[in-house]
């Protein structure tokens, strides 16, 4: 089955940038969302085919795919953005959803 | 608005049934596939299966292969989780999630509820 792969933590300063990946094997072939999920919430679509953001959004949140990784990247860090990430594709092979194992985003 | 509540959950014991359903509202139900997802207490989201907006379409992980049946009922803008021979390894909460079109495949889930939890201990 596909596994999609994130650091299990990433900390950053307030004002600075994020960077969150999702492996996969040749996830460029693939389309990927990325949800944020703050504690007791339910999940939030944040970007979805690689790179579009939502409405509602805000365009401090961006996304890229290519070759073996996706990257979700939060510009301009603010204390609001802490929360857990997760990528999502949709694996053709199996039939399957498939969605990362999940990053910690910490806010110093 | 688009609205999505679970109800359903509760505690059950090993190998015991629950039924899950998702009341949905804020849009055309029929024109949309929907999904349970589910996150087990302190770890990540699993996909747990799918259904085409028509409904003549269903997917399923693996794990619950053959002991859950999601459906749907168009009539009454509601989703269904059927589950059998409940495992403590089921444990988790169910969250039901809208798609942003009307097949499963390659499909981005634009719409959250907000989740009911099921317990499946002695």
């Known amino acids: 089955s596909y596994v999609l792969t994130q650091p299990p933590s990433v900390s950053v300063a307030p004002g600075k940038t994020a960077r969150i990946t999702c492996g996969g094997n040749?996830?460029?072939?693939?389309?990927v969302h990325w949800y944020q999920q703050k504690p007791g919430q339910a999940p939030v679509l944040v970007i979805y085919?690689?790179?579009d953001r939502p409405s509602g959004i805000p365009e401090r949140f961006s996304g890229s795919n290519s070759g073996n990784t996706a990257t979700l990247t939060i510009s301009r860090v603010e204390a609001g953005d802490e929360a857990d990430y997760y990528c999502q594709v949709w694996d053709s092979s199996s039939d399957h959803y498939v969605f990362g194992t999940g990053t910690k985003v910490t806010v110093l | 608005e688009v609205q999505l509540l679970e109800s359903g959950g509760g505690l059950v014991q090993p190998g015991g049934s629950l039924r899950l359903s998702c009341a949905a509202s804020g849009f055309t139900f029929s024109s949309y596939a929907m999904s349970w997802v589910r996150q087990a207490p302190g770890k990540g989201l699993e996909w747990v299966s799918a259904?085409?907006?028509?409904?003549?379409?269903?997917y399923y992980t693996d794990s619950v292969k053959g002991r859950f049946t999601i459906s749907r009922d168009n009539s009454k803008n509601t989703l269904f989780l059927q589950m059998n021979s409940l495992r403590a390894e089921d444990t988790a909460v169910y969250y039901c999630?809208?798609?942003?079109?009307?097949?499963?495949?390659?499909?981005?889930?634009?719409?959250w509820g907000q989740g009911t939890l099921v317990t499946v201990s002695s």
């Open positions: 085919y690689d790179s």
């Open positions: 259904i085409s907006g028509s409904g003549g379409s269903t």
């Open positions: 999630a809208k798609s942003e079109g009307s097949t499963v495949t390659n499909g981005v889930f634009d719409y």
């Open positions: 040749n996830i460029g072939n693939k389309i």
